[in-house]
């Protein structure tokens, strides 16, 4: 396990940057605490072995990860394969800086559309989806190794004018504590 937060009162700066096969200690332990099925390591070399088609970040605090998140792109659309956050630090709006990271990331990727699968009855995942305009679409049944049915969301037209706005608002709302420095 991670260690825990520090002062929930203080600055913290997050830097989002690439995956690295050397970070999979660090992002292993959060998969494991976060996912009833956590990825193996395996898959996730086997992900970040994939530049051209597959985006993975993780952010830091200080030297140690606190979250990450992943996607594929496939034509112009992203998928999210993943996104978690150290359990100790969520409350954070880290999840809103990761997934802002991976819509940035895709648009740099013309990506024209998003979508990824959540499970069905995750409530803060869905209202952190919905402010993103991810809206549900369908669902995959026993979509989860151990059973549980996947909700489909999708964006579409993250590439306008109206969303980079969306984006924006998002952006500008994070905490005032909380500084975020994205690296290529």
């Known amino acids: 396990m991670t260690a825990g937060p520090e002062a929930p009162d203080r600055s913290h700066r997050v830097v989002v940057a690439p995956m690295r096969t050397k970070d999979l200690g660090m992002v292993l332990a959060i998969e494991g605490a976060?996912?009833?099925?956590?990825?193996?390591?395996?898959?996730?070399?086997?992900?970040?072995?994939?530049?051209t088609s597959r985006s993975y970040r993780a952010a830091w605090i200080g030297r140690q990860i606190v979250g990450f998140a992943g996607q594929m792109f496939i034509d112009d659309e992203s998928h999210v394969n993943n996104i978690a956050v150290d359990p100790s630090w969520h409350g954070r709006r880290l999840?809103?800086?990761?997934?802002?990271?991976?819509?940035?990331?895709?648009?740099?990727?013309?990506?024209r559309h998003l979508t990824l699968e959540v499970r069905v009855g995750n409530e803060p995942a869905l209202a952190l989806y919905a402010r993103f305009?991810?809206?549900?679409?369908?669902?995959?049944?026993?979509y989860y190794p151990e059973g549980g049915?996947?909700?489909?969301?999708?964006?579409?037209?993250?590439?306008?004018?109206?969303?980079?706005?969306?984006?924006?608002?998002?952006?500008?709302?994070?905490?005032?504590?909380?500084?975020?420095?994205?690296?290529?």
């Open 34 to 51: 976060v996912f009833p099925e956590p990825w193996s390591r395996r898959l996730f070399v086997e992900e970040l072995a994939q530049r």
């Open 95 to 111: 999840g809103t800086v990761l997934l802002s990271d991976l819509v940035r990331t895709a648009l740099a990727h013309g990506a």
């Open 133 to 142: 305009g991810l809206a549900p679409v369908g669902v995959r049944p026993n």
């Open 149 to 184: 049915d996947a909700l489909i969301m999708w964006a579409r037209d993250i590439d306008t004018e109206a969303y980079a706005q969306r984006l924006s608002s998002i952006e500008q709302s994070l905490a005032p504590g909380l500084e975020v420095d994205s690296r290529r």
